[in-house]
């Protein structure tokens, strides 16, 4: 699918409207610490802050992207809002409805509405069941009986993800990767949910295959009218599938902006530097300056994070406002958010502010 598709309403809202005025999803301070215990009393030292307050929504229809460096908490925010993990504060709405601290019995009926999607297809598969099975769990599990009986369903779903239906009695390891990622997505969609999760659905497969995956999600939305929240670390990938793109550092969001505005004109000097080490295929900018940002030093501890904006450890244009005050996430445009002091492409929020000692440094231009 072409990113023209992609942005055209006709294409991509068969079912459910993005210009709906309630969000299907909303998360409000959403934090996630991990405790750290020592010694025999077990006593917590301090914390893991994986997820350390994010505000955004998703719109019903919509591919919302998430993108960051590893380790910057997209697969714990993905786990949190499916509620596969109790949030440590914030709320997670899902139409309208507060799921935030929802127990087993609570979430049952949620669970048709709300389904993930792995990022290991070897290891999330049970190597003991046939793909029956594995395909047929949901149902099951929710006392669901589809018309005309359960292995017919089954194998109408490996056929809609591109799968033999005859192959119905084999087992997990009789399959590709690539394969076993799209026997992975019959079964999170074999209850038709409105919400899909997909944690680095394609960062495992081969390149080759990473397409074929990518595009079928595309396809299966087009047709069930989903709506996804994919996370990726590969920035093709999430510029191929996503409407609008949330970039993450160190447990918080830095940016949030519709696909061409985050391309176009990046605000936020992180995925500034993100969209630098993007390759470009072209062998006339061979021996040409590539305009690449090398940042320099490593990613901060997600348990003593910086003080201040996380990324002025990093930054080229960090100032002493920004290493003794968060930037909160403002739209300083229609659509585009960014949580910075000094943003690119746009008017600076703090002039006139002395530079951090050594900012300057923090950063080198490469050539290829």
């Known amino acids: ?144 009986t589809p018309e005309g009986g359960l292995k017919a369903e089954v194998q109408r779903l490996l056929s809609l993800v591109g799968l033999n239906p005859e192959h119905y009695n084999r087992y997990p390891h009789e399959f590709s990767g690539g394969q076993r990622q799209r026997i992975g997505i019959a079964r999170a969609l074999a209850l038709k949910p409105k919400l899909v999760v997909a944690d680095e659905p394609v960062s495992a497969l081969d390149v ?52 061409k505005s985050l391309y176009g004109e990046p605000m936020h000097p992180y995925t500034a530097a993100l969209m630098s080490a993007v390759p470009v295929p072209d062998p006339r900018r061979r021996g040409a300056k590539s305009g690449r940002i090398l940042l320099k030093g490593d990613v901060p501890s997600p348990i003593s994070p910086p003080s201040g904006c996380r990324f002025h450890t990093r930054c080229w244009k960090a100032t002493q406002i920004c290493a003794t005050q968060e930037p909160p996430l403002l739209a300083l445009k229609t659509g585009h958010q960014v949580a910075c002091h000094h943003p690119e492409n746009a008017p600076d929020q703090a002039p006139g502010d002395k530079p951090l000692p050594g900012a300057a440094d923090a950063v080198t231009t490469a050539s290829e």
């Open 1 to 144: 699918m072409t990113d023209t598709q992609k942005t055209d309403p006709a294409v991509t809202l068969p079912a459910q409207a993005t210009d709906s005025p309630e969000p299907l999803l909303k998360v409000t301070g959403l934090t996630k610490h991990f405790p750290i215990t020592k010694g025999l009393l077990r006593r917590q030292s301090g914390a893991v802050k994986a997820v350390d307050g994010l505000d955004f929504d998703v719109r019903r229809g919509e591919t919302l992207g998430i993108v960051g460096e590893s380790g910057c908490g997209k697969s714990t925010m993905g786990r949190l809002i499916t509620r596969l993990l109790e949030p440590t504060g914030g709320t997670i709405e899902f139409e309208g409805k507060d799921i935030t601290h929802l127990g087993v019995a609570g979430m049952r009926p949620l669970r048709r509405d709300v389904q993930m999607i792995f990022q290991d297809p070897y290891g999330s598969l049970n190597p003991r069941h046939t793909v029956g099975t594995i395909v047929s769990a949901p149902f099951k599990l929710q006392n669901v």
């Open 208 to 259: 080759s295959i990473q397409a074929q995956v990518v595009n079928l999600l595309d396809d299966l939305q087009e047709e069930l009218g989903l709506t996804y929240v994919i996370i990726a670390h590969d920035l093709s990938v999430i510029r191929h599938v996503s409407d609008r793109i949330a970039v993450m550092y160190l447990g918080k969001i830095v940016e949030l902006a519709d696909n």
